[in-house]
């Protein structure tokens, strides 16, 4: 008899896995923006324009996961990516 398929885990690994994934993918278009164009207004109008979505995916994943808490592994991963987004648009944003 084999135990194995009596195992199951119950926590929502995907969740944060597309967040972390927003975050770098925002993280990475932030930096191709700021590398294209050097201190230039078009790069902090390309990086306000890509956190708004960054952020409504991070949203979206929040109700999508029906999370309740930032202390479960879904809401944690959210939480650290909305973070990391923010704190990658501040340079833009500050100057």
Do not use: E, K
């Not at 597309?18 to 230039?40: E, G, I, N, T």
């Not at 390309?46 to 994943?61: N, Q, S, V």
Request: hydrophobic share 60%.
């Amino acid at each position: 008899m084999n135990t194995m398929r009596d195992y199951r885990n119950a926590i929502d690994w995907l969740t944060p896995t597309l967040a972390l994934s927003v975050w770098a993918a925002h993280f990475s278009l932030l930096w191709a923006a700021s590398s294209a164009f050097p201190d230039q207004p078009a790069a902090r109008w390309i990086a306000a324009a890509l956190t708004l979505p960054a952020l409504g995916a991070m949203a979206w994943l929040w109700r999508r996961a029906d999370t309740v808490s930032l202390t479960s592994i879904p809401g944690l991963g959210i939480a650290i990516s909305a973070v990391g987004i923010v704190y990658s648009v501040l340079p833009a944003v500050v100057g």
